[in-house]
């Protein structure tokens, strides 16, 4: 085991970016994580905390930079937390990427034999994301977390988020000094087609009536939101027009609430759906069992296509808004099933159904412990989609001792200037 002394100053060569907000070095061969570096660069740092199997430091100078490295466009980064990657170039974040799905596959999931594709690049390196959550702090002012703490950093602008989403800023300053509500957040949520800006706050108390007329005013005289969603514990109060648009393909738009889970990147988001749609290859002999379906982003792009879909998701709102979707593009071949996924996975084995398809997209912890029913559920094609390539791994790994076999990965870039990658895995019966 390698010992390294804690007051003592390292000298060390980055080598590559880790699944998180640090360059990784080495000294004796055991890892070492220093944030704000790129790789080739040759830092001085300091080691805060030692284990075992790594090391975390701080930077203390920066002895020759990297190639890699670039000068941060944004003037938050160094305080806020959500872009820890941006002093690194594009193609360098890529390259990292598509290294730490590769190392994730083999190392955690022990998988070989599979055609991991180049990661697809987002169509936009900035103002990508259609929203964003804003912190309030004890002056009402509006911004972000400062890495691992509780500490506001107030903004002006985000350099990642959609114009939309940056005009209404100013506005929400004004408005918020109106209110009296004790709001733990607030979102700004755009949608796919013009004008479709929705506010969605969280309140951490009861509903303040004297605001009602605040939260009316903004709808009403603020031209560029034309809707709010509050939420409390066990109420959820709404002004003005609450659902976006999301043109998923060229003939198929999705109605959604503000308030229900959509993909940060819309461009991103088609793109993952072409890869999705054209790996399945779904005809009308399918009948497809898609888990975490969400408010049906992938649902009736595959309905269109398949004989049958059961769509799985265990978010109320969410399956309501996906019913209402199916409606207005004319699908009726979606089964629609509001559960905790693994109980209706295994209700599913119970009664023996079958499938000749399975998609799934869990949430970032993935979707551990549901392999042995995946697989009594007859499929000769697992698609999963995933934004973790750890949970990923280990889940894929699982599916394997359970005779499918991964054929493919494609990683997909949604989440620029941050260590997040979308992968799309097909896992074949063997």
């Known amino acids: 085991m390698t010992h390294i002394n804690l007051k003592n100053e390292l000298t060390l060569e980055i080598d590559s970016l880790s699944y998180g907000p640090y360059g990784i070095g080495r000294v004796e061969g055991k890892a070492v994580m220093i944030p704000n570096t790129a790789p080739g660069d040759r830092v001085a740092a300091h080691i805060v905390e030692s284990q075992e199997r790594y090391a975390v430091g701080e930077l203390v100078r920066l002895l020759r930079p990297s190639p890699a490295r670039q000068p941060p466009p944004c003037p938050y980064v160094g305080e806020c937390g959500g872009c820890p990657w941006q002093h690194v170039r594009y193609e360098a974040q890529l390259t990292a990427k598509q290294q730490n799905v590769a190392s994730a596959l083999r190392r955690i999931g022990k998988l070989e034999g599979f055609d991991l594709r180049p990661i697809v690049p987002s169509a936009n ?14 002056r009402q002012r509006l911004g972000f ?16 988020a959609v114009q939309a989403v940056n005009e209404c800023l100013a506005a929400l300053r004004s408005w918020i000094r109106q209110t009296r509500s004790a709001l733990e957040y607030l979102e700004i949520v755009t949608g796919d087609r013009p004008g479709e800006v929705v506010l969605v706050a969280k309140s951490t108390a009861g509903f303040v009536p004297n605001d009602q007329a605040a939260w009316r005013r903004l709808v009403e005289q603020e031209p560029r939101i034309r809707g709010l969603i509050l939420t409390g514990r066990d109420w959820r109060r709404t002004w003005g027009n609450t659902r976006i648009s999301l043109l998923t393909e060229d003939d198929i738009c999705l109605t959604v ?9 819309p461009e991103g988001n088609r793109r993952i759906l072409t890869e999705l749609l054209t790996t399945g290859d779904f005809t009308d002999q399918d009948r497809v069992l898609e888990l975490y379906g969400g408010p049906g982003n992938f649902t ?23 019913k209402q979707s199916a409606q207005l593009n004319h699908l009726s071949n979606i089964n629609w099933i509001v559960s905790d996924v693994p109980a209706a996975v295994e209700r ?17 912890a993935g979707a551990k412990g549901i392999d042995r029913h995946l697989a009594s559920l007859g499929a000769e094609k697992i698609l999963y989609i995933s934004c973790n390539p750890a949970t990923l791994a280990r889940d894929l790994g699982a599916l394997a001792a359970r005779g499918y076999k991964l054929t493919l990965a494609q990683p997909v870039d949604l989440f620029p200037h941050t260590f997040h990658v979308e992968v799309l895995a097909l896992m074949e019966r063997v």
């Not at 609430?257 to 990147?265: H, K, L, S, Y």
């Not at 799985?312 to 309501?320: I, T």
């Open 125 to 138: 390196e900035y103002h990508y994301r259609r929203r964003i959550r804003l912190q309030l702090d004890e």
């Open 145 to 160: 977390y400062q890495p691992s703490s509780h500490r506001l950093v107030e903004i002006d602008a985000c350099r990642i």
């Open 257 to 265: 609430e503000a308030d229900v889970f959509t993909q940060i990147n």
């Open 300 to 322: 009736l792009s595959i309905a269109k296509r398949a004989r049958e879909v059961v769509a799985v998701e265990g978010h109320r709102p969410s399956v309501d808004s996906g």
């Open 348 to 364: 599913l084995v119970k009664r023996r159904e079958n499938f000749t398809k399975i998609v799934l997209d869990p949430p970032r």
